[in-house]
């Protein structure tokens, strides 16, 4: 009863955030208004996702609760304003006088981003409050040495129209900008080889000062895989009959090797990191701009801007608001994302594509049952429905199609003609789901539904006291499914603090979103994973940090790692949050966490290749022994002497980490730790360290900011 408890708990979390918002209210009052018995009985009794949206809208119990609760959601979102934006530009100015131009950038930025677009409203600054406020940050910018920044507000400026009294100011500075920036393109030591970068909010003001990195995408070791999406030639998505599908190696896997680097297929920020962090990138703001209708929001750049508001933000951007307060979670957010991102149109594909492949599943499932009196057929009568179901097969697949079954190689996500199916060919645990859980995703549904309904998102919206039409429907069903595989697939992304007196010591990785990767969410569980992942920009990095054979598991972590949590926990967690027991061989064997593990754990393997027999390292002697295993003579006196030497290297390479050399600290570990693995097998004290270290220094290559 505990652990159904602690299971329903967790589920209800993935959907909303504690008892903050109207929707907890919302729900509640939903489910007293029909009662447990109509929930099992009536609720419980539907099988898809469309006819549970249909039954809140139309059954006597809830419609008129449904309603009554969702007539009454409305735009709310925070609107420019030109006064605040005036207050702020003038601040600037001011501060800047006094030679305080870092806080200088957070005001005018904080001015952008409330400024209403030029000629909007006339009665402040003439309606020039945006091109006003990009010029005097340009100003800072130009005084801080950052000329690219201060050519791009410049640009900006000139392009919203700027007073004319200001235009001739502006072309000399645009024009010293472009000069020095040549200048500088051919100088071996460029301005501002150290970008300085700030963190602009209209709620608070940090006045100290952060430096990022940009960095470039890893290679894939071992080549591109021609079948699976972003992944490397060295692994493949193997069916089997207790774990599901699950990523394995096909080739021999080395610690450092670059398994799969990805986009997501959605993405968001979480609310408090929008005035610090590109609404679309993430990448940290130094130069913020904002939406032309509201102040929620911040990007990097023009280019994140326009891609955000061409797609999705142009359905959140007036509603955002509301959708924060609430107290949906962060996935209910990216499973609206999945939905705005995509528009109206590719959405009724995305439900045509998925409806399609469930006929092709019943058929399929239905043919496999052979009627005993059945004829045999001919050779040639099976060589001609064998054509037939060939060609039946190459007219139902789509090019314009990318799934997880059905992919052309060289295909790309990015493809903007492409339809994306994959999402929904993962785990949702459907069949386990208790009807309560259906009903309250289906309440999140219908309130995301009307958010939709609300910002103009269907050409033909029904009215507020009309059944939702077949259109609205169909995408408030995907809603539901979003909400459904969401729960299990969407991973955290992250970036890693460094203290401001060392690069590892007293680092940590700060969550700052979430996001659904495809074919990531491929890779299982395991609590002693044989991968770490890290960000650079939206990416996921998933990197090997242990050596894996042909056919071995490639598994990551879902949270609960052996080192740090017993096995009780860790169990509890996986089964609440992810619906399954763990059985991994951490698990399995019940391995001690890190404050009570020794070296002396360590099993050694036998000498003889193929002989699975292992030695611990106090029974090993000088002496030659008779293997139990494969009944040979061995000595085991150069494997002790090699694992001695992989214990040396480990302290050679955390001291290179502590020297902030994470290049040669990785070589030392990787060298180690691939020795460890050819010798011995954990739990290892010294190995598992190690391996926790190398995570650390490779995601150093991964999104990084260090307070100055």
Request: aromatic residues 8%.
């Amino acid at each position: 009863m505990e652990e159904e408890y602690y299971r329903n708990l967790c589920s209800s979390e993935t959907l909303r955030s504690g008892k903050k918002g109207f929707f907890h209210d919302f729900t509640d009052y939903a489910i007293n208004a029909v009662g447990d018995i109509w929930i099992e009985k009536i609720f419980g009794r539907i099988d898809n996702d469309v006819d549970r949206l249909k039954c809140i809208y139309t059954d006597e119990k809830l419609n008129d609760v449904i309603r009554g609760t969702l007539t009454n959601v409305k735009l709310l979102y925070r609107d420019k304003d030109a006064n605040i934006s005036r207050v702020k530009r003038l601040e600037g100015f001011q501060v800047a006088r006094e030679g305080q131009h870092e806080k200088a950038l957070l005001l005018f930025s904080q001015a952008i981003l409330r400024a209403p677009i030029t000629g909007k409203c006339k009665t402040v600054d003439r309606g020039y409050s945006l091109p006003l406020a990009l010029l005097g940050r340009a100003e800072s910018f130009m005084v801080l040495k950052e000329y690219r920044l201060a050519f791009e507000d410049l640009t900006l400026a000139e392009d919203y129209g700027s007073p004319i009294e200001s235009r001739t100011e502006l072309e000399r500075m645009k024009e010293e900008c472009k000069r020095i920036l040549e200048v500088n393109a051919k100088s071996v030591v460029p301005y501002g080889s150290q970008e300085i970068n700030d963190k602009p909010s209209d709620i608070k003001i940090r006045s100290y000062r952060e430096t990022t990195i940009k960095r470039d995408l890893p290679l894939l070791s071992g080549g591109i895989n021609s079948k699976l999406p972003s992944a490397s030639a060295l692994l493949e998505i193997r069916e089997t009959k207790f774990a599901g599908k699950e990523a394995v190696a096909t080739k021999d896997i080395y610690p450092g090797d670059c398994l799969v680097v990805e986009e997501p297929l959605a993405a968001c920020l979480l609310p408090e990191f929008y005035g610090t962090h590109c609404q679309h990138c993430f990448s940290r703001l130094r130069a913020p701009i904002g939406c032309t209708e509201c102040s929620t929001v911040a990007f990097c750049g023009r280019k994140c801007r326009d891609v955000a508001v061409s797609t999705y933000h142009k359905y959140e951007c007036k509603i955002l608001a509301l959708l924060i307060g609430s107290g949906m979670s962060i996935l209910s957010m990216v499973a609206y994302r999945m939905i705005t991102q995509e528009g109206l149109t590719r959405c009724l594909k995305i439900y045509d594509i998925i409806e399609k492949k469930l006929i092709k599943e019943n058929d399929k499932s239905m043919s496999t049952v052979i009627m005993d009196n059945e004829p045999k057929l001919s050779k040639s009568a099976k060589r001609r429905l064998r054509k037939k179901k060939l060609k039946d097969t190459s007219c139902r697949n789509d090019d314009n199609i990318i799934s997880n079954e059905n992919k052309s190689k060289g295909s790309t996500c990015n493809d903007p003609n492409m339809i994306d199916v994959r999402a929904y060919e993962l785990t949702n645990h459907n069949t386990k789901r208790s009807p309560s859980d259906f009903l309250e995703r289906s309440l999140m549904a219908a309130f995301l539904l009307k958010c939709l309904q609300r910002v103009n998102f269907f050409e033909d919206t029904s009215r507020d006291d009309e059944i939702p039409n077949q259109k609205e429907i169909i995408v408030g069903s995907l809603l539901l499914k979003n909400l459904q595989l969401l729960q299990f697939n969407a991973h955290e992304f992250s970036e890693t603090r460094f203290n401001a007196n060392h690069r590892f010591r007293g680092s940590k990785s700060i969550y700052l979103g979430v996001a659904i990767y495809p074919t990531v969410a491929r890779f299982n569980h395991d609590c002693y994973p044989a991968v770490t992942r890290y960000f650079v920009g939206r990416n996921i990095v998933i990197r090997a940090i242990r050596t894996l054979k042909p056919g071995d598991v490639i598994a990551e972590n879902y949270g609960p790692i052996f080192t740090k949590r017993n096995l009780e926990e860790r169990q509890r967690t996986l089964s609440g949050r992810y619906w399954f027991k763990c059985t991994c061989k951490a698990c399995k064997d019940d391995w001690p966490l890190f404050e009570r593990m020794t070296n002396d754990l360590a099993k050694l393997r036998c000498t003889t290749e193929g002989c699975n027999r292992l030695y611990r390292r106090k029974e090993i002697t000088d002496e030659t022994i008779k293997c139990i295993g494969c009944q040979k003579s061995i000595n085991l006196v150069e494997r002790l002497n090699s694992l001695l030497e992989c214990e040396v290297l480990y302290v050679q390479g955390l001291d290179k980490m502590e020297e902030e050399k994470p290049e040669r600290a990785i070589e030392l570990l990787v060298k180690a730790i691939k020795k460890f693995h050819e010798i011995a097998v954990p739990p290892h004290r010294d190995t598992h360290l190690a391996e926790i270290a190398l995570g650390a220094c490779m995601s150093d290559s991964g999104n990084t900011w260090r307070v100055a």
